[in-house]
């Protein structure tokens, strides 16, 4: 009796077939025929609910959201709206005083010795005028710092005078990584100060928001350099001189973005470069070994990147974004003190971060090029006013050091093409978290002893917090 194998939950189409009773002769027949028609209008079912669902995330609008949507809540601005029928208020915020503190762990599997687990952080100080006319800007982090300050006056109509801090002292040697695998014998100490002063003009932009501006600054940036060797330094490697370093620093920004709640690109453009002349005064030949010698006293390098945000092709809704943008660096006579470091940063999108180039599942300043290009395409979604999933695909062109058969090491530009997603979400206490990860085709992992392969995963929390 076929009704032992029909349970109730198939469906009214099914309870008729399940009452009949056949013999042994027909039965197979008979049960592939019914297996055949639960499937067909299993089959059915599943197609009509995967198209409503995707209808659902893909038109906002359609029946199964909310009957009207609400406008992205842009950064500073008050809203109102609400979440599981509870009512939220958000009170506006002033984007002109921020201070705010942020802690992050990336993990490499396989990744560079000594940076397979790195903790990073800083403390983030942004000071704006109410006429917008003074400004001051510092990342603090101990070992490295980063200060700018800009003065105007009521009658300069945008010039300025500009300040700036850099530095970065860090008492332990560092060695260089080649294909993930460390290079002991050209392990170094080696510091800086570099102070700054210039002019600068600023001029505001729409859409009107306190980080919208055109901004051009001419500085020269005099400061020191000095070096140490360590017990892992090869007897035959030159340490470098310490030395006086005076620099030349052109530079552009103009950002027309607007912001959403989480500070992420929400729509516009922003695109700036740097560009450096240095010379160093008491300089004479360094180095040895796979890297070979270097005597570069005067360097040019050059730096540019470009991001635009803007809305999804036939999509009318805010929630689904497309972020694009690159990044590309060209130098001349650099060494390794002098040259590029990459990646930049692991997040982040205020009025400066953004020129510092990412680069996914590297270790931060791991990459020394001096030539680069990066482009990046993210696809954001906003399920909820706070929180926002993405994936990203990037794809750079990044000179780096390889081994050669003989055990030599020649530069040469090489493919990396990447992959990763995260969420960025509010969290309690007025705070942030970004989880992401990532994999990277074209980086070389360490896989302890083993040869250098491509493809590393990488994974990092980041998380900020406003005080």
Not at 192 to 211: C, E, I, K, M, T
Not at 301 to 318: C, D, H, Q, R, Y
Not at 323 to 333: D, E, H, M, R, T
Request: hydrophobic share 35%; glycine share 10%.
């Amino acid at each position: 009796n076929l009704q032992l194998f029909c349970p109730s939950t198939l469906g009214p189409s099914l309870v008729s077939p399940c009452r009949k009773v056949v013999n042994a002769e027909n039965m197979d027949s008979v049960w592939r025929q019914r297996l055949a028609a639960i499937t067909r209008t299993r089959l059915r079912h599943l197609l009509l609910s995967t198209a409503y669902v995707a209808a659902c995330l893909l038109f906002p609008t359609s029946p199964g959201w909310a009957e009207e949507e609400k406008p992205t809540p842009l950064a500073g601005e008050a809203f109102d709206t609400e979440v599981l029928g509870e009512p939220v208020q958000v009170a506006p915020r002033d984007r002109k005083s921020v201070t705010a503190a942020s802690f992050g762990i990336q993990y490499l599997p396989d990744g560079p010795s000594f940076y397979q687990v790195l903790p990073f952080g800083a403390l983030y100080v942004w000071r704006n005028s109410d006429d917008m006319r003074q400004r001051f800007r510092g990342t603090f982090s101990g070992p490295v710092n980063d200060l700018t300050m800009n003065v105007g006056s009521r009658s300069s109509t945008g010039w300025e005078f500009r300040f700036t801090l850099n530095t970065m002292i860090i008492p332990l040697g560092r060695s260089e990584y080649v294909e993930g695998q460390i290079i002991r014998d050209v392990e170094v100490e080696w510091s800086y100060v570099f102070g700054g002063f210039g002019l600068a003009y600023r001029r505001l932009l729409d859409p009107g928001h306190q980080d919208n501006a055109l901004e051009l600054s001419l500085t020269y940036e005099p400061g020191f350099r000095w070096f140490k060797g360590t017990s892992k330094t090869s007897p035959n490697f030159i340490v470098p001189e310490d030395t006086y370093e005076g620099r030349v620093h052109a530079r552009v920004r103009r950002d027309a973005l607007e912001r959403n709640l989480m500070e992420l690109p929400h729509r516009g453009y922003a695109f700036g470069g740097d560009f450096m002349y240095g010379h160093r005064s008491n300089w004479s030949t360094w180095g040895g070994g796979v890297f070979g010698l270097s005597n570069e006293r005067t360097y040019l390098m050059g730096s540019v990147f470009a991001l635009a945000a803007t809305g999804v092709p036939f999509v009318s809704s805010e929630r689904h974004r497309l972020v694009a943008s690159v990044y590309a660096g060209l130098g001349q006579n650099l060494d390794r003190f002098s040259t590029f470091r990459l990646p930049g940063r692991p997040t982040g999108y205020e009025w400066e971060a953004l020129a510092l180039p990412i680069l996914p599942s590297v270790a931060f300043n791991e990459l020394f090029p001096r030539r680069y290009g990066i482009a990046h395409l993210e696809y954001r979604y906003e399920p909820i006013f706070f929180v926002f999933p993405y994936i990203r695909g990037s794809w750079g062109l990044v000179e780096q050091p390889r081994f050669q058969p003989d055990g030599s090491i020649r530069y040469k530009m090489d493919a990396m093409p990447a992959l990763s997603g995260g969420v960025v979400t509010g969290a309690p206490w007025r705070s942030q978290v970004e989880i992401n990860y990532s994999y990277n085709f074209g980086i070389y992992s360490d896989h302890g002893g083993g040869p250098p392969l491509p493809g590393r995963h990488g994974f990092f929390v980041f998380w900020s917090k406003e005080l």
